[in-house]
T-cell receptor
Framework: ETGVTQTPRHLVMGMTNKKSLKCEQH?????MYWYKQSAKKPLELMFV???????ENNSVPSRFSPECPNSSHLFLHLHTLQPEDSALYLC?????????????FGPGTRLTVL | GDSVTQMEGPVTLSEEAFLTINCTYT??????LFWYVQYPGEGLQLLLK?????DKGSNKGFEATYRKETTSFHLEKGSVQVSDSAVYFC?????????????FGQGTELSVKP
């Protein structure tokens, strides 16, 4: 148990559906991240939130919409996705202090877009 | 910008063999270095870390030494087990990037046969 939880663990959705992924951290961290992990590809950083403010958006399509209502919760809202968006979506959190910046990962949501 | 390069996988070993997974990095300043492991169907877990030159990180029989002169952080284990089968990611943070962003290598898949 890493202190970072993600729900749901598995999600199957059609291209016209709207769904949300949830991430929660119980570690008192002040930064949260969304990553996408596709088969045979490196981990892709999608969004970064520091102190609830989005500080990075790595050219992610607008069909992915993040929300960070507080420093413990992070959402990824999904709408009109494409089959190529099928992947493992990982959330991570970190306490930004000094140079260590160790990230703790959740178990991921396995997303399948039909 | 900062980057991490890992040896290509998959790596297939017999049980009790010696393991080396090479990792080199490019970064300005003084990054922290990490090895993460991802077991099948799970998220990433921190395996070990080193925050300054000549530090040795170790955990579960795995070791890696932060070598600034060769910009390397190779992962080693003297005797692998079937349960070590996983994907291993080398990563760095700090250096020239701010906000605790982790820069990952592409991952190396390890398969250990009985």
């Amino acid at each position: 148990e890493t202190g970072v939880t993600q729900t749901p663990r598995h999600l199957v959705m059609g291209m016209t559906n709207k769904k949300s992924l949830k991430c929660e951290q119980h570690l008192g961290h002040n930064a949260m991240y969304w990553y996408k992990q596709s088969a045979k590809k490196p981990l892709e950083l999608m969004f970064v939130y520091n102190f609830k403010e989005q500080t990075e958006n790595n050219s992610v399509p607008s069909r992915f919409s993040p929300e960070c209502p507080n420093s413990s919760h992070l959402f990824l809202h999904l709408h009109t996705l494409q089959p190529e968006d099928s992947a493992l979506y990982l959330c991570a959190s970190c306490l930004l202090a000094g140079g260590n910046n160790e990230q703790f990962f959740g178990p991921g949501t396995r997303l399948t877009v039909l | 910008g900062d980057s991490v390069t890992q040896m290509e996988g998959p790596v297939t070993l017999s049980e009790e063999a010696f393991l080396t997974i090479n990792c080199t990095y490019t970064a300005t300043g003084y990054p922290s270095l990490f090895w993460y492991v991802q077991y099948p169907g799970e998220g990433l877990q921190l395996l070990l870390k080193a925050t300054k030159a000549d530090d040795k990180g170790s955990n579960k029989g795995f070791e890696a030494t932060y070598r600034k002169e060769t910009t390397s952080f190779h992962l080693e284990k003297g005797s692998v087990q079937v349960s070590d089968s996983a994907v291993y990611f080398c990563a760095l943070t700090g250096g020239s990037n701010q906000g605790g962003k982790l820069i990952f290598g592409q991952g190396t898949e390890l398969s250990v046969k009985p």
